[in-house]
């Protein structure tokens, strides 16, 4: 159980809920809220946003595809234990 | 991505590099055989063919001295790292991000000289590199919170049976995987 109440999506600002859509985008999957991890980096959007951003261009198609790097991120999520 | 083929073939790669990698870091200098057996230097020269290298790779060196356990190593790290459903380029991406990630010295520097080795350029490096810190950070900040998995509904359940098997009778699958409506976090 996580250790803080997360928040609704509705209980975020406009701003941030705009973000939210743009998550359901990436991930291209209509979640009932948005992921948990999404609303954990929102709490604190000037850390958040830096952070979003380089993981979009990690993990955008380059030398790699997106496929091959949700693989990566997926061992390393992995190796780390981390069963979320 | 959906074919759990894939996926079962990632998880041994996973294996076979962290078996590798916990040899070579440790400090076992002193099992290295100074003079290899016939049977080893065999080994040896299939090893040396396969990374395309005059040197044999350290986490095999460290082994040497039982010829026969050498040889069933090496004959499950070849099969881990070469071609299958996913390339060996890929898994050496792999293989490279589960060393960064537990901090292996011989397995970042081995796996990185492997990704270059089979084309992988800098910009394809810094990728890699940059999904395994990113997702260094997301499970770090997951576990600290304690969050549940969330996202399991965003992949289709593979139902296709193990290799060379039969795929379970319906009423079978059912029991093993019930369908279950999303949950709101």
């Given amino acids: 159980m996580p250790t803080v109440r997360l928040r609704d999506a509705s209980e975020y600002p406009a701003p941030i809920q705009k973000l939210f859509e743009m998550a359901k985008a990436w991930f291209n999957y209509d979640f009932p809220q948005p992921p948990a991890m999404s609303r954990v980096m929102a709490w604190d959007p000037e850390l958040g946003g830096f952070h979003g951003r380089a993981m979009k261009r990690a993990m955008a198609p380059g030398e790699f595809t997106r496929a091959e790097k949700e693989m990566v991120a997926a061992v390393v999520s992995g190796v780390n234990a981390c069963a979320y | ?185």
């Fill in chain 2, 1 to 185: 991505m959906a074919d759990d083929a894939l996926w079962y073939e990632a998880a041994l790669l996973v294996g076979v590099t962290n078996a590798l990698n916990v040899v070579a870091d440790s400090p076992l200098d002193s099992l290295e055989p100074a003079s290899p057996s016939a049977e080893a230097q065999a080994v040896f020269g299939e090893i040396r063919a396969f990374y395309d290298r005059a040197d044999v790779p350290l986490a095999f060196r460290r082994v040497a001295a039982d010829p026969g356990y050498l040889a069933d190593l090496w004959g499950a790290a070849r099969r881990a790292f070469a071609d299958n459903r996913l390339t060996r380029r890929h898994k050496e991406a792999l293989a490279f991000a589960v060393s960064v990630t537990t901090r292996s010295a011989f397995g970042a520097a081995f796996h990185l000289a492997e990704m270059r080795r089979l084309g992988v350029g800098e910009r394809g490096v810094m990728e890699v590199l940059g999904v395994t810190q990113m997702f260094s950070s997301y499970t770090k900040i997951a576990d600290t919170l304690q969050l549940e998995p969330d996202m399991d509904g965003l992949a289709a359940v593979d139902r296709s049976p193990a290799p060379g098997g039969t795929a379970p009778k319906r009423e079978e699958r059912e029991r093993a995987a019930p369908t279950r409506p999303p949950e709101a976090p």
